[in-house]
């Protein structure tokens, strides 16, 4: 009887703190997770290999840092008041973050105020907004780009003769620098010759047309140099179909599937390479950080590379070239 008196308060403790387990139990069972951070990713356009490389790039961020992705983007890289009202719909949205690659330098600058006036940090990719409340860029360095890209006609031309640039946007920033570079690179040699400087809207028929209406009118043409993906393929469609491969070299932007196949058929000689596999998954990354309050740095140049048919199948060219083949 004693014995069973003495071992009452101590079963009662037991059970007590067995209640209390159970009860902590429930509540931690009943505690809802944490929510995972929603980003906004704005494009420049939903069409090209190069853009369909940089959704690559921040699905793959997206999947490692655990949060989710909306993709929006107008058909056309001209539309900048198309982009500009996906920009609102991100920015009414709600989002933690929002990706950005900027249609137009000036005009993207208020929306992106905005977003970051409510507390939503913006992460500039490829190209460059006029707005100091922008985290971060992540891109190319373009001016560099466009010496790049004289550097190779030089090599590939020489020193003299008439060449033609086929830009894509009069005014756009991403078109200035790489512009820019470019000339103040063939200006070291005075008896190259600039004798066109066309822009094809980001349109390939454009820029097909343009580049038979130059050859037409200086059939002394030695060079051409296209400075965006979209041109690109239009200059060599235009060479290819006046039979003119043997003699007019052309250096272009980018390295689609398309112009990797022109370039080992001898139509474009040299292409300028970014890393857009790299732009989409930095962005991203660097716009889960700020999203959480940690600072991120206010430029990364992800490179630039200059492939030919002699250093196109090198392996570390090949990782550039193809990023999402293991």
Known sequence: MDKTMKLGPLIFAILAAAVSMSSCMRNTETTPTEKKKHLEVVLRSQNGDYWKTVKMGAEVAAKEFDVTLDFRAPDDEGDVKGQIALMEQSVQSGPDAIVLAANDYKDLSGVVNDAEGRGIPVVAIDSEVESTKARSFIGANNYEAGQLAGQQ???????????????????????????????????????????????????????????????????????????????????????????????????????????????????????????????????????????????IPGRVDTGIKAIDLNNMFWSDNQKLLFPFIK
């Open 153 to 295: 006609l030089i090599k590939l031309a020489g020193t003299k003769g008439n060449i033609a640039i086929v830009s894509f946007k009069q005014g756009e920033r991403n078109t200035e620098l790489r512009e820019q570079g470019l000339l103040d690179e063939i200006s070291k040699y005075p008896a190259i010759k600039v004798i066109a400087k066309v822009y094809s809207m980001t349109d390939r028929g454009t820029a097909d047309q343009l580049t038979q209406g130059i050859i037409e009118k200086y059939p002394h043409l030695d060079g051409i140099v296209a400075l965006n993906e979209i041109s690109s393929i239009g200059v060599a469609d235009a060479i290819q179909r006046m039979n003119l491969q043997d003699k007019v070299k052309i250096i272009t932007f980018d390295s689609t599937s398309e112009e990797l196949e022109l370039l080992q058929e001898g139509v474009i000689q040299a292409t300028i390479i970014q890393n857009p596999f790299s732009i989409g998954y930095l962005g991203v990354k660097n716009a889960v950080e700020a999203s959480r309050g940690k600072k």
